[in-house]
C-alpha cells in the first residue's frame, strides 16, 4: 500500500503559455526572400533573424518563421528556474535574463517575459509544490522532462548527404564565383546578401532550367538553394558560390550533376 503523504501538498498550474502579441507564423515559399516577408510583415530581417534563430538570411521553401516575439506574463510564485523549465532545453534562464535585460534572477507579478528569442514553444506542466523536499524534487524532473527538438540549421542542411539525393537530376558545366567578383553586388537575385553570409551555399542558375527558391544537390558542392541568377548563366549551367577567390580558382569549371530536391 502506497505510503500516504501527510503534508499538504498544494497542486497549481505553471501557466508556462507563450502570449503572443500576435502568434503569427509564416510558412515559406519559392522565391521568397527575408527582406520581402520583412516588409510584408511590418518588421525587420534582424529581427526575423533573431526571433528564428537564423545564422544567415538563407531560408528554405515549406520552412515556418515566427514573424514576432511571444511573451509570458510572470504569475504569482513563477521563478526563473520554472519557467525555464517547462520549456524543456530550448529555453535557460540565461537566455531569459539575457532576452529581457534582467541584471538578476529577480521577476515580479505581472512582469512579461519574451520567451522565444529564437524558435520556442512551451509545454503544458502541472508543478507539484510542496515544503516536503523529496517531493520538491520530483516537482523538478516531472517539469525538466521536455520532448527533444530538431531545430532547423542552415549548415547542417549544406553537410554533404550521406545518401544520394533523390529527385530530377540534370548534368550542368559549373564554375564558382564569390560576393566580391568584378561587376558582383554581393547580393542575390532573391535577396541574400552574400558578403554578410559568406558562407551561404548558393547557386546562380537559369530560372526556365532550375527555378529560383528551389533546394538542389550539386555533386561536389552538397545541398545548396538555386537563389541567384547571371547573364552569361544559360541553360545547362550554374556557378556555385565560395567564400574565398582561391576557392572558386580551386573549383574551376567542371562538369556535375544536379539534383532539384525540392
Not at 532547423?152 to 564558382?176: F, H, I, M, N
Request: charged share 25%; glycine share 6%.
Amino acid at each position: 500500500m502506497k505510503k500516504l503523504v501527510s503534508l499538504c501538498i498544494v497542486l497549481i498550474t505553471l501557466g508556462i503559455s507563450a502570449m503572443s502579441v500576435s502568434a503569427a507564423e509564416y510558412e515559406v515559399h519559392k522565391g521568397d526572400t527575408l527582406w520581402d516577408i520583412a516588409s510584408s510583415h511590418d518588421t525587420t530581417v534582424d529581427e526575423l533573424m533573431d526571433i528564428n534563430g537564423l545564422k544567415s538570411s538563407l531560408i528554405f521553401p515549406k520552412q515556418v518563421l515566427k514573424l514576432n516575439k511571444a511573451y509570458y506574463t510572470v504569475q504569482k510564485g513563477d521563478t526563473l528556474s520554472e519557467i525555464s523549465q517547462a520549456y524543456g532545453d530550448k529555453v535557460t534562464v540565461s537566455d531569459l535574463k539575457s532576452w529581457n535585460d534582467l541584471p538578476s534572477d529577480l521577476i515580479i507579478v505581472g512582469q512579461q517575459l519574451i520567451v522565444n528569442g529564437s524558435e520556442t514553444q512551451p509545454e503544458s506542466k502541472r508543478v507539484e509544490k510542496t515544503a516536503n523536499t523529496d517531493a520538491r524534487t520530483q516537482k523538478s524532473e516531472s517539469v525538466a522532462e521536455s520532448k527533444e527538438v530538431s531545430k532547423p540549421d542552415v549548415e547542417e542542411k549544406t553537410e554533404e548527404p550521406q545518401t544520394k539525393a533523390e529527385g530530377r537530376t540534370l548534368s550542368v558545366e559549373a564554375t564558382a564565383y564569390t560576393a566580391y567578383c568584378t561587376g558582383c553586388s554581393g547580393i542575390s537575385a532573391t535577396g541574400v546578401n552574400l558578403r554578410e553570409n559568406p558562407n551561404a551555399k548558393i547557386i546562380a542558375v537559369d530560372p526556365d532550367v532550375i527555378p529560383l527558391g528551389s533546394k538542389v544537390y550539386v555533386e561536389g558542392y552538397g545541398y545548396a538553394v538555386a537563389a541567384d541568377t547571371g547573364g552569361e548563366i544559360i541553360g545547362n549551367t550554374i556557378d556555385v558560390h565560395l567564400p574565398t577567390k582561391e576557392q572558386a580558382y580551386s573549383w574551376g569549371r567542371r562538369t556535375v550533376d544536379v539534383t532539384i530536391v525540392d
